[in-house]
């Protein structure tokens, strides 16, 4: 990938600095409009949310096999890995100009088959976007015509900076072109009209390099931002699926939290989807007396992403026979791109062993993909037991069968957790239907279930 970034950057540097239509509306919409009325008549900010898979998704992604689906994960997951435990090795991309830096380049994490999709405004007049959600990244960004390099498929057509009357590309010299490399792990570039560039990879070697930009950010119901900062991409290759671009969540002054934080306060909350169902984004105000919480964790691994720490699973409301600091040996963190959960090495056998015992009278499968503990049947034929994930100060996911275990194919289903390497990571196949929020400025993370069927 260094070279693509090294071309990439050299066409951006030398490039000059100048730079209406809808995204067709989803059929199945009407599903979740009076969740999405309900919510709207609450202060916040209220978006849809869409399973990447979804048909009621605005952008669905492209059919995968399921072992291609779990590959992309574990790539996720190396990445993630790698970035918390600096253990990152990658090419070098010089600029390709004489006074350039080489340029390490950083993984985020891997985007595409895990992570869900909304809508978003930008520009005036306002035109609208299929974005990706991710709570690992913090910079947003957007493919941007003329795509000097490369733009991938995307629904609907391409932001056009020059039919934007609020558009403007930010300086080299401004604080936000500062702020670039705790955001995107890479330094940020300067062209030759002093346009700061940004370029932001990912753990399965996607990555968006262009310009840094502001212009007016439009969300749900009439909310506006005025000088949103974002990535104006020239060059957007790998697994995006068929959005326009991403935005950030993560605990970083350029993630679309932040910047939403002095308006509407320093939390949101989603509820995760199933492929046949339809759920939300919602940022700022949200029932507190709705969640069970535990506290945020800070770490010094990373101080953008989000931390918890797991305490307990029970299977059929016994424990498992760990000991706590099984549970506690290993940095935790809570996740929206991951699908599945991975846990400590110890508590992930434990649980492999007390689903086995509780569904002895199934035939056993062998191992599909990472997906180790595996069983002859459906998901809707198996007794699945209950499982419950318990994190400090008593907030607990009480899974139901679907949360649980996964179909792979039509005959064999598996359990939907695999051990961690060095870090244990929540993924959204045990989030599906749940409510959560992340309350930054309390920090601290909520729990509810029932939250979007």
Same mark, same amino acid.
């Given at each position: 990938?260094?070279?693509?970034?090294?071309?990439?950057?050299?066409?951006?540097? !030398?490039?000059?600095?100048?730079?209406?239509?809808?995204?067709?509306?989803?059929?199945?919409?009407?599903?979740?409009?009076?969740?999405?009325?309900?919510?709207?008549?609450?202060?916040?900010?209220?978006?849809?949310?869409?399973?990447?898979?979804?048909? @009621?998704?605005?952008?669905?992604?492209?059919?995968?096999?399921?072992?291609?689906?779990?590959?992309?994960?574990? $790539?996720?997951?190396?990445?993630?890995? #790698?970035?918390?435990?600096?253990?990152?090795?990658?090419? %070098?991309?010089?600029?390709?100009?004489?006074?350039?830096?080489?340029?390490?380049?950083?993984?985020?994490?891997?985007?595409? %088959?895990?992570?869900?999709?909304?809508?978003?405004?930008?520009?005036?007049?306002?035109?609208?976007?299929?974005?990706?959600?991710?709570?690992?990244?913090?910079?947003?960004?957007?493919?941007?015509?003329?795509?000097?390099?490369?733009?991938?498929?995307?629904?609907?057509?391409?932001?056009?900076?020059?039919?934007?009357?609020?558009?403007?590309?930010?300086?080299?010299?401004?604080?936000?072109?500062?702020?670039?490399?705790? $955001?995107?792990?890479?330094?940020?570039?300067?062209?030759?009209?002093?346009? @700061?560039?940004?370029?932001?990879?990912?753990?399965?070697?996607?990555?968006?390099?262009?310009?840094?930009?502001?212009?007016?950010?439009?969300?749900?119901?009439?909310?506006?931002?005025?000088?949103?900062?974002?990535?104006?991409?020239?060059?957007?290759?790998?697994?995006?699926?068929?959005?326009?671009?991403?935005?950030?969540?993560?605990?970083?002054?350029?993630?679309?939290?932040?910047?939403?934080?002095?308006?509407?306060?320093?939390?949101?909350?989603?509820?995760?989807?199933?492929?046949?169902?339809?759920?939300?984004?919602?940022?700022?105000?949200?029932?507190?007396?709705?969640?069970?919480?535990?506290?945020?964790?800070?770490?010094?691994?990373?101080?953008?992403?989000?931390?918890?720490?797991? !305490?307990?699973? !029970?299977?059929?409301?016994?424990?498992?026979?760990?000991?706590?600091?099984?549970?506690?040996?290993?940095?935790?963190?809570?996740?929206?791109?991951?699908?599945?959960?991975?846990?400590?090495?110890?508590?992930?056998?434990?649980?492999?062993?007390?689903?086995?015992?509780?569904?002895?009278?199934?035939?056993?499968?062998?191992?599909?993909?990472?997906?180790?503990? @595996?069983?002859?049947?459906?998901?809707?034929?198996? $007794?699945?037991?209950?499982?419950?994930? %318990?994190?400090?100060?008593?907030?607990?996911?009480?899974?139901?069968?679907?949360?649980?275990?996964?179909?792979?194919?039509?005959?064999?289903?598996?359990?939907?957790? #695999?051990?961690?390497?060095?870090?244990?990571?929540?993924?959204?196949?045990?989030?599906?239907?749940?409510?959560?929020?992340?309350?930054?400025?309390?920090?601290?993370?909520?729990?509810?279930?029932?939250?979007?069927?």
């Amino acid at each position: 990938m260094g070279w693509l970034l090294s071309l990439s950057f050299f066409l951006i540097l !030398t490039a000059a600095s100048s730079l209406e239509e809808d995204v067709p509306h989803s059929s199945c919409s009407s599903k979740f409009m009076d969740e999405l009325h309900r919510l709207n008549d609450s202060s916040g900010l209220h978006l849809t949310l869409h399973h990447p898979r979804s048909r @009621c998704s605005p952008a669905p992604f492209p059919n995968l096999t399921f072992s291609t689906i779990l590959s992309h994960d574990e $790539a996720r997951v190396r990445s993630l890995t #790698a970035r918390l435990t600096k253990t990152v090795s990658l090419p %070098v991309a010089p600029l390709l100009r004489p006074a350039a830096v080489s340029i390490p380049l950083s993984p985020g994490a891997s985007t595409g %088959v895990g992570n869900y999709v909304t809508q978003i405004g930008l520009g005036t007049p306002a035109k609208s976007y299929v974005m990706v959600v991710d709570t690992g990244s913090s910079l947003s960004w957007l493919q941007c015509s003329p795509c000097r390099i490369y733009c991938h498929d995307q629904v609907g057509s391409v932001f056009d900076p020059a039919a934007s009357a609020s558009y403007r590309p930010v300086s080299c010299s401004e604080s936000e072109c500062d702020s670039l490399e705790s $955001a995107t792990l890479n330094p940020s570039a300067c062209s030759l009209d002093d346009v @700061c560039i940004y370029q932001a990879s990912y753990g399965d070697r996607s990555f968006s390099v262009g310009y840094l930009s502001k212009d007016v950010l439009s969300l749900g119901s009439g909310q506006r931002l005025a000088g949103f900062v974002y990535g104006c991409g020239q060059d957007n290759e790998g697994l995006f699926g068929r959005s326009a671009g991403l935005i950030g969540l993560a605990r970083n002054r350029l993630s679309l939290l932040s910047q939403l934080a002095p308006s509407l306060g320093y939390s949101f909350s989603y509820c995760l989807s199933t492929a046949a169902s339809t759920g939300y984004l919602s940022i700022g105000s949200y029932n507190a007396r709705q969640f069970s919480y535990t506290p945020m964790q800070s770490s010094s691994l990373d101080n953008s992403l989000y931390f918890v720490r797991l !305490t307990s699973i !029970t299977v059929g409301g016994r424990g498992l026979p760990v000991s706590s600091s099984a549970y506690t040996g290993t940095p935790t963190i809570i996740d929206s791109g991951t699908v599945i959960t991975r846990l400590p090495s110890n508590v992930y056998a434990a649980l492999s062993s007390a689903i086995a015992a509780a569904l002895k009278e199934y035939p056993r499968q062998p191992a599909y993909s990472i997906l180790d503990t @595996c069983f002859r049947g459906s998901l809707s034929r198996l $007794a699945v037991p209950t499982v419950e994930m %318990v994190f400090q100060g008593g907030a607990t996911l009480r899974l139901a069968p679907r949360n649980v275990m996964i179909d792979v194919d039509g005959s064999t289903t598996c359990l939907a957790f #695999a051990p961690a390497r060095r870090v244990a990571i929540i993924g959204n196949k045990q989030q599906e239907t749940f409510s959560v929020v992340y309350d930054v400025g309390r920090s601290r993370i909520g729990f509810a279930a029932g939250g979007c069927g």
